[in-house]
């Protein structure tokens, strides 16, 4: 038996034992919220409950995997059967099941954000006339415009006046392609990130039968980071709780910052109407004095909470005038050396930051310093040019239909230019494999490719199938295609390993484009050698911690940021700015510039430092004042 009471603070405790049906756990940052899931799934498998009969749904597939690693420990159970996952992993999983419902067949591929840009720029260029093509949304601002209208449920016209009101008069031009887009997807058997969701609430929201046969699997739901679910997501999990009732959601609405993606912090206080609230205030991350300033910081349209320190105390956060963004820079890369030479770890050092823009001055001055860093801003992996082409050669070997993959994997091949691989691409979705007995192409790199593409059909390992496609075929191409081929080569290496993990090419190709990342691993390289300090935007910092933390430019127009100075919306700023502050265990610095020319411009707007300045709301007593650089 589980000492619960031994293992939990009383807060968590009362959360994890006594809840039960609508249940709303705010967490404050730091408190363990992690704790609260991974006991609550511990007391429902001591309590009868079956692995099965849980369904877990986080925001990352790195935060699945480390809560059910930790339930399994704390439950001594191997949790065989519960379903746990992303809120995309989850819906793929359902569709995969349902989905020929509504004309999905069950091998469906999953469109990546580029590869949907492309369809969508094929839907468009054939409702388009060109005399008009300039005064329509190029196909990045359509798919933004369709994004936000499926995570809000809002109607088109109001996603074009979010989005940019110029366009309401193009709105009939707009719908036809998005129409056209959905055309496009459903013939090439695709989904883009969207579908996944939307089409999984379509299917809940009109089926009685398989609502009650998926409900009536889930004796308890929990979702993690609640306060960043958007509607559609909300209404997945209430249609799925719809049989037993018992939805346990955790969050903080304080910490809701994804409203650009749809995200509503409202979810919370829609939710806490009808839910049990349980609080957990003990904060187990920060020192006193920085607990003292996270409390005076709470941002103004929240729910009420009062964190408690539980470490001893130590050193009051750092409140840092600089002249200008070079000093501020100059600075931070001094203190970071002076940490390092006192013991701490790059490792435990970040640098957060509103816009990735703000840290270009920092990046010049850690190189000259030579302190090696990692951006947390920039491409991700599945988003790298030869990545995607060693991805588009697996999705057309598994999902023939997939127009746009075969296009990308085409226009490889010498000879073979737009028109071409829009030609022979329609055969082969339309076909499948044996139109390549009708296709007469001389290109020896196509003949090539369809050489390569017959083999991979007798090869089920993923991973082996890449193989032979870098191997035969992409390792020579890549010395044409990129002055970086070497460092590309390692890439697409460390893609082979990860995939000869799988036991099958759908297996790998829905996990690698459902989670939000793959790193790729330094190897061969010292503990030492590979410490590197953290360069983050706060959107990215979400759910992380170090013992040192800078924030820089907090400046009016910067952070809060123009746009949201604007718009008057400061509401999800001030949420960013609490993110940012709790983010810190030990050290905490809080920089803002005097005066200096840099990053004032914005558009045709020329700002001098007015407007909302989150110092003027710091406390005096709270903070140590320093000046940098100021008197020069």
């Not at 959107?539 to 100075?565: C, R, T, Y």
Request: aromatic letters at 10%; a neutral charge.
């Amino acid at each position: 038996m589980i000492d619960f009471k031994a293992e939990l603070d009383d807060e968590q405790y009362e959360a994890v034992v006594n809840s039960k049906g609508k249940t709303l756990v705010i967490a404050g940052p730091g408190s363990g919220k992690t704790r609260v899931i991974t006991y609550k799934i511990a007391h429902l498998i001591s309590s009868g409950v079956k692995p099965s009969e849980i369904l877990l749904v986080t925001f990352t597939k790195a935060a699945a995997k480390e809560m059910l690693q930790r339930a399994k420990l704390v439950s001594r159970s191997t949790l065989d059967g519960i379903t746990a996952g992303t809120f995309h992993h989850i819906c793929n999983l359902f569709l995969r099941k349902y989905g020929t419902i509504i004309g999905l067949k069950p091998n469906f591929t999953i469109l990546d954000s580029e590869d949907a840009k492309d369809v969508m720029e094929s839907a468009r260029s054939q409702i388009i006339p060109k005399s008009e093509s300039k005064t329509v949304p190029n196909a990045k601002q359509l798919l933004i415009i369709n994004s936000y209208m499926n995570n809000t449920l809002c109607s088109l016209r109001e996603a074009i006046a979010k989005y940019n009101p110029r366009y309401l008069e193009q709105e009939s031009l707009i719908e036809q392609i998005l129409i056209k887009y959905q055309q496009e997807k459903m013939q090439q058997n695709s989904v883009d990130y969207d579908d996944l969701l939307i089409n999984t609430l379509q299917i809940l929201s009109t089926n009685k039968a398989i609502r009650l046969k998926e409900s009536n699997r889930y004796k308890w739901i929990l979702v993690d980071e609640f306060q960043d679910t958007n509607i559609v997501q909300f209404q997945i999990v209430n249609l799925l709780s719809e049989v037993h009732g018992n939805l346990m959601v955790v969050g903080d609405d304080a910490q809701s910052i994804y409203s650009f993606r749809g995200a509503r912090f409202e979810n919370v206080l829609d939710f806490q109407k009808e839910a049990k609230i349980f609080k957990i205030q003990t904060n187990y991350r920060s020192s006193q004095e920085i607990v003292n300033l996270i409390n005076e910081m709470l941002p103004k349209n929240s729910i009420h909470k009062t964190l408690r320190a539980k470490r001893s105390t130590g050193v009051k956060p750092f409140l840092v005038q600089v002249f200008d963004h070079y000093d501020e820079a100059d600075f931070v890369a001094n203190e970071i050396l002076n940490y390092n030479k006192q013991g701490v770890s790059l490792n435990d050092i970040a640098v957060l930051y509103r816009a990735h823009s703000h840290s270009l001055e920092l990046q010049l001055e850690l190189s000259k310093h030579g302190i090696p860093f990692k951006l947390y801003s920039g491409l991700r992996f599945t988003e790298t040019a030869h990545v995607k082409d060693c991805l588009a050669f697996l999705k057309v070997s598994v999902n023939y239909e997939e127009k746009i993959s075969w296009i990308r994997l085409l226009k490889l091949a010498k000879g073979i230019g737009k028109i071409k691989s829009n030609n022979i691409s329609e055969k082969l979705a339309s076909k499948g494999l044996d139109a390549f007995n009708e296709i007469k192409e001389k290109s020896s790199d196509f003949n090539k490719i369809k050489e390569i593409i017959l083999k991979s059909q007798e090869i089920k390992n993923p991973g082996e199938r890449i193989k032979i496609f870098y191997e035969e075929f992409y390792e020579e191409k890549m010395e044409e295609i990129f002055d970086d081929a070497r460092d590309r080569k390692e890439d697409v290496v460390r893609l082979i390993e990860m995939a000869s993990f799988y036991e099958t090419p759908e297996n790998f190709l829905s996990d690698i484009l459902v989670s939000e990342s793959y790193e790729i691993a330094q190897e061969g390289k010292s503990d030492k050698e590979t410490e590197k300090v953290t360069l983050t935007t706060v959107h990215q910092a979400k759910g992380l911690e170090w013992k040192v933390v800078f924030i820089l430019s907090v400046n009016p127009g910067d952070f809060p940021h123009i746009m949201s100075l604007k718009d008057g919306a400061l509401d999800e700023e001030e949420r960013l700015f609490y993110v940012a502050i709790t983010r810190a265990k030990d050290f905490l610095y809080i920089i803002y510039s005097a005066g200096g020319s840099s990053r004032i411009f914005y558009g045709n707007d020329y700002i001098i430092r007015r407007g909302k300045s989150f110092i003027d709301d710091i406390p005096f007593h709270l903070v140590e004042h320093l000046e940098y650089g100021v008197g020069r």
